[in-house]
């Protein structure tokens, strides 16, 4: 069976078998994206159900002019797949003449041939699992561990071929004390530590007798609140939905179209901006375009760009930047207060660690609703009193991150996703933690 | 092909407790068209199996594209020491789990036979739609597409088990969004997450009313950026079933799929505010609620003929008269629910979205049975409320109690009568006590055939198909609002 440090050979070989067929006038584009994945998925500190996946996806894209197509395949990674390559083109060579020309084509032609692929460092997942239950004997632990390699790659007709192969662990996880109160953690890397992951365990066990103290419910209304990293993600995080996106924006369905149109500003200390660099996600996109190293996006608290796919670069005459439009590697500058220094900045109001289950309300003002969870806490002269039962907020970002802001944190925080949906995530976040002067709890 | 797949996994099949192998194809394909430019078409074909194994105690799988005889041994190992490696630290004893080895054939609508896909006449039905969104200069943005669903699913057991399911799907959406002054207002054809999804053959491109639909949902679209916001205030709200759709699915199927009462998703999707201890007695809703799992409605979209861990499927009520019956739970919950004391019985809806994921309890077609009122007497009942249609927002707190949803299109209802376009129309409430909040509900006239492709969960996560049939219903005394001002 081919391992996976084989696949770049046999990706480039399928792409010279590609060029080989290709007809005259004709040209092609080919991405793949694979992964051996151990998922173990814990509950009550044991093992709830694990396996193996073991994928990989070509997308082969056949262009005559401005007439184009494309098909996602599976690949067993095996002797038939060359077959497999030939049978899809010669397929979408068939299906060309059924589309219209594509005014709004636009495909890298300048080379530029990337490698990044780093060794696995990591340990038998067997050993992994080991190591987790271990640590989380005698506690209600429950979670989900993702491991092994998961590759990315290019090739075109022009020659070009890019490569991105690492080996990493995400291990996604919280541990209950009763209901619904749970302290919530998550890790990830390229070397796995068992006693780092003990220590971890270990501190979230100590929090859960805060929980276990008597709850508190909140009456609606208006409190001061201090978001942390994880909890500011999920604030951050729904404006994935379009928010950045120049083809949403020209098009009126961005969540920050108050912004874009100078109708509304948030905090002149929030910065944001997309951080290829440093991020977990290739630096090459589907079109053969390598990504800027950073896009800013929001700076002095005004909209300072977006995220322009080819296809909106070409559609209105702008420059390429992204691939669908959506960060992959976000970032939010820190700000003054030290994190050490939270709760007693904080006073009185809610410790949020976490939010959950968020949507707009009304997306064209910004406004958000979602929930609390996790150990959220009251607080009290900068000391926590009691957990919360969950609380239901409803309240804008103008307001969050605009006129209620009072500070952000000095320190930010390395988030990286834990999602899988279809395959294992290559995005991530770094962020700060924020303290709101009034956050609106409805229900 | 498929011969030389199944001669591979008998061989390997008669060395542990159980062992099944679940293969899937999955061929689709997707035409769009937005602001009249055609879309990069794209086609897809999945094909891939996954390796399950019992032994010992544990439970292991591996998911493989590699068919080759080969490709499933290595599955086969690989499953067999994930079953090894869990058996010692499985939160259930897998010895005491008996699976069914079923034989049969279930081919849903239109299924079986060639597709009427003619690109360039279905392309320029979409230009067609697309063009008559044009309406005035404020409609800024618009899309039809038309996406279409091949599935075949062979599922092969280590004592003989052979059962072949096919089914096909048509997915017809449309939407336009009209922006004056400041303000974006978007208006769709059952949704803007592809709501009218269905199986079936290109009927339901009659049904979902794709033709004509373009002009009417832009003309919506500028009603919606010139009404006023939905008054707030406690009131009734009529719920069309593109709504419904959306409220049965995150507070009564979710809070009862039984694995989350269990708390295997705890760390993601939640918990549920129902325990084991309340099936049989709980008043879930109204005398008026009757919920039923229902794959035999072949045409909704998660209609088949048995789970994926070869459950036969049947109509099951879950919730009947307002009394809870039973929950969402396959063949392993109810053993894990069975072991720690609560004897539940369940439905067959243990699936996984493709071979890649492993199957977990996830509801399937779940509906609210019709009741005896017209959408007239539904209307004529109300003294003063809001007319909801169409879902664009959702937020559920992680025991699927606290919600808060938002639709599209709101219309007031004063006196019995239909009155005035209202936007930004949502409301909020807590599951435990809106359903017993139902006051009425509409006949099978005002019934309609919904449903999602994007339903999210599990650990790894994986996306589901999902089925929602209601009528319209009138809930009491229901937290609405509007947008901002």
Not at chain 1, 415 to 428: E, M, P, T, V
Not at chain 2, 85 to 110: C, E, M, N
Not at chain 2, 164 to 169: K, N, P, S, V
Not at chain 2, 254 to 260: G, K
């Amino acid at each position: 069976m081919m391992q996976h440090a084989d696949l770049r050979e046999h990706f480039h070989r399928l792409a010279d078998s590609v060029h080989a067929a290709l007809h005259a006038g004709e040209g092609f584009t080919l991405w793949l994206a694979a992964e051996t994945s151990d998922f173990v998925r814990f509950n009550h500190g044991k093992v709830r159900q694990a396996g193996q996946v073991r994928q990989c996806y070509i997308t082969l894209r056949l262009l005559r002019g401005q007439r184009h197509l494309s098909e996602t395949v599976s690949l067993g990674c095996g002797a038939d797949d060359a077959a497999t390559v030939l049978r899809t083109l010669a397929q979408l060579r068939t299906l060309l003449d059924d589309v219209a020309e594509d005014p709004h084509l636009l495909l890298a032609d300048a080379v530029h041939t990337t490698l990044h692929a780093a060794p696995s460092k990591l340990p038998d997942a067997g050993q992994m699992t080991a190591d987790i239950v271990d640590a989380a004997a005698g506690c209600d632990l429950v979670g989900i561990l993702a491991s092994g390699p998961v590759c990315h790659g290019f090739a075109n007709h022009h020659g070009q071929r890019n490569w991105h192969d690492t080996s990493s662990w995400n291990f996604d996880w919280s541990v209950y004390s009763h209901g619904d109160k749970a302290v919530k953690r998550g890790g990830a890397g390229f070397e796995w530590q068992p006693a780092s992951l003990a220590t971890a365990i270990a501190e979230a066990r100590s929090q859960l007798a805060l929980l276990g103290r008597p709850a508190r419910s909140l009456a609606p209304g208006g409190y001061r609140a201090y978001f942390t990293p994880a909890a500011l993600g999920e604030i951050v995080g729904m404006l994935n939905w379009g928010g950045f996106s120049e083809k949403q924006l020209r098009t009126k369905r961005s969540a920050l179209l108050r912004l874009a149109e100078g109708e509304a500003s948030l905090d002149a200390r929030i910065a944001l901006h997309e951080d290829t660099l440093h991020g977990l996600a290739p630096g090459f996109q589907p079109e053969g375009f390598i990504k800027p190293e950073r896009v800013d996006l929001i700076t002095d608290g005004r909209l300072s760009g977006s995220l322009i796919s080819p296809r909106t670069a070409k559609e209105y005459g702008l420059k390429a930047n992204s691939g669908s439009e959506a960060p992959e590697s976000l970032v939010m500058a820190g700000g003054e207060l030290p994190m050490a220094e939270a709760l007693s900045a904080l006073g009185t109001g809610l410790y949020v660690s976490n939010l959950w289950y968020l949507n707009y309300s009304d997306r064209a003002a910004a406004r958000m609703t979602g929930m609390t969870r996790f150990a959220c806490f009251w607080v009290e002269n900068g000391e926590i009193v009691a957990p919360l039962n969950v609380m239901r907020f409803d309240d804008s970002l103008y307001r969050m991150l605009g006129s209620e802001l009072e500070a952000l944190t000095r320190e930010t925080e390395f988030l990286a996703d834990a999602g899988s949906y279809g395959a294992r995530s290559s995005s991530s976040q770094r962020l700060p933690g924020a303290l709101l002067r009034d956050f609106r709890l409805v229900l | 092909m498929w011969k030389a797949i199944e001669q591979s996994f008998r061989g390997l099949a008669r060395q542990v407790d159980f062992c099944s192998l679940r293969l899937v194809e999955e061929r689709s394909e997707s035409l769009e068209v937005r602001l009249s430019v055609p879309q990069p078409l794209a086609r897809r074909l999945d094909r891939g199996a996954m390796v399950t194994v019992v032994h010992g105690g544990g439970y292991g799988y591996a998911a493989t594209a590699n068919l080759s005889e080969a490709g499933l041994r290595e599955a086969f190992d690989t499953a067999c020491r994930w079953a090894q490696i869990s058996a010692a630290r499985s939160v259930f004893d897998f010895r005491t789990l008996s699976l069914p080895h079923p034989t049969g054939r279930y081919l849903g609508p239109a299924a079986d036979g060639e597709a009427d896909w003619n690109r360039k006449a279905l392309y320029d039905l979409l230009m067609q739609e697309s063009e008559a969104c044009r309406i005035d200069e404020r409609i800024v943005d618009w899309g039809v597409s038309l996406g279409r669903l091949d599935i075949e699913q062979r599922y092969l057991t280590s004592e003989g088990g052979d059962v072949e399911q096919r089914f096909r799907a048509i997915i017809p959406s449309l939407s336009a969004t009209a922006f004056a002054d400041g303000d974006s207002q978007t208006r769709s054809l059952g949704g803007q997450y592809n709501g009218y999804c269905r199986q079936g053959g290109m009927e339901i491109l009659a049904q979902a009313g794709l033709a004509g639909a373009g002009r009417r949902v832009a003309d919506e679209a500028l009603q919606l950026l010139l009404a006023p916001n939905c008054p707030t205030g406690v009131m009734d709200a009529l719920l069309m079933p593109s709504q419904m759709m959306l409220q049965i699915h995150e507070s009564i199927g979710h809070p009862l799929e039984l694995d989350r009462i269990l708390g295997d998703e705890r760390n993601y999707a939640g918990t549920s505010f129902v325990t084991p201890d309340m099936f049989g007695h709980y008043q879930y809703g109204s005398s008026l609620l009757n919920v039923s799992y229902d794959p035999s409605r072949s045409n909704e979209f998660a209609a088949y003929g048995w789970d994926d861990d070869g459950a036969v499927a049947q109509k099951a009520y879950i919730i009947r008269n307002g009394i809870l019956e039973r929950p969402l739970g396959g063949s392993l919950s109810q053993a894990r629910a069975a072991e720690a004391g609560f004897a539940l019985a369940g439905v067959a809806n243990s699936r996984a979205c493709s071979w890649n994921r492993a199957p977990i309890d996830r509801m399937a077609n779940l509906n609210v049975e019709p009741g005896d009122q017209s959408l007239a007497q539904l209307i004529g009942g109300i003294e003063r409320g809001v007319l909801m249609d169409t879902n664009v927002s959702w937020s559920i707190d992680d025991s699927r109690n606290k919600f808060q949803f938002g639709c599209e299109w709101g219309q007031l209802i004063e006196n019995g009568e239909l009155k005035g376009v209202v936007k930004n129309p949502g409301y909020r409430g807590i599951s435990a006590t809106f359903w017993r909040s139902l006051k009425a509900v509409g006949d099978a006239g005002t019934d309609d055939v919904m449903g999602t492709p994007f339903c999210g969960k599990g650990e790894p996560n994986q996306v589901v198909r999902v089925g929602h049939a209601s009528p319209a219903c009138v809930f009491g005394n229901i937290e609405v609002f509007g947008g901002e001002a």
